[in-house]
């Protein structure tokens, strides 16, 4: 039973570049929530999609973007990228039944802008 | 928003000893989550505790949820141990009940 993939795991972009970040979800899971993770720090809740939509949203301006696609897989765009999106972008899928909202974690892809 | 403060931020084991992490929210929260983020960078799901207790072999959780903290055991500790612990949970307000709040985390570095 494969887990969250994310893809790719490094990637280097120059500062004004756009980048397309990748994640599948575990299987049987139909939520899709991304996180950023700078060095030293917790993650911080960028948004969450599911059914397809955007549900919820974290302090992020609007560079970042995303999408769900029926399959249930989800891509993270940044636009105009600053030194200050370098990060490590994690990718967490659920279910979405009331009872448990337990988060199964992708490792992550590790973005830095030069 | 949500404050959620971790302590220790360090913490350094021998191999064998045993230790208490603790995690503060500043407010009510649903889906308290405790993870463990390896050396390589994921996040692996520890435990999901609103509230009560659970164990998982060496590891254990208690989440006090009136009081507002939650504690995670780590008994006869192992190298294998080492890496950042964080607690998360999500507001239980205005529909942002999916939206995981993250401590700053506790290393850990248990000593062969």
């Known amino acids: 039973d494969a887990g969250v993939t994310q893809s790719p795991t490094h990637l280097i972009k120059t500062r004004g570049q756009q980048v397309t970040l990748r994640c599948s979800p575990k299987s049987g899971h139909d939520t899709v929530s991304w996180y950023q993770q700078a060095l030293g720090q917790g993650p911080q809740f960028i948004f969450q999609y599911y059914e397809e939509e955007e549900r919820q949203r974290g302090n992020f301006p609007d560079r970042f973007s995303g999408h769900q696609f029926p399959n249930y897989s989800s891509e993270l765009n940044v636009n105009a990228l600053l030194l200050g999106d370098s990060a490590l972008y994690l990718c967490?899928?659920?279910?979405?039944?009331?009872?448990?909202?337990?988060?199964?974690f992708g490792s992550g892809t590790r973005l830095t802008v030069v | 928003g949500i404050q959620v403060e971790q302590s220790p931020p360090d913490l350094i084991l021998q191999e064998g000893a045993n230790s208490t992490l603790r995690c503060n929210f500043s407010d009510s929260v649903n889906n308290l989550q405790w993870f463990h983020q390896n050396p390589w960078g994921q996040l692996i799901n520890l435990f999901y505790i609103p509230s009560g207790t659970k164990q998982n072999g060496r590891l254990s959780a208690t989440t006090v949820a009136t009081e507002r903290y939650s504690l995670l055991y780590i008994s006869s500790s192992q190298t294998t141990d080492s890496g950042v612990y964080f607690c998360a949970g999500a507001p239980n307000y205005g529909g942002a009940t999916n939206k995981l709040i993250f401590g700053t985390g506790t290393l850990l570095a248990v000593q062969p």
């Open positions: 967490a899928s659920s279910l979405e039944v009331r009872e448990n909202y337990g988060y199964t």
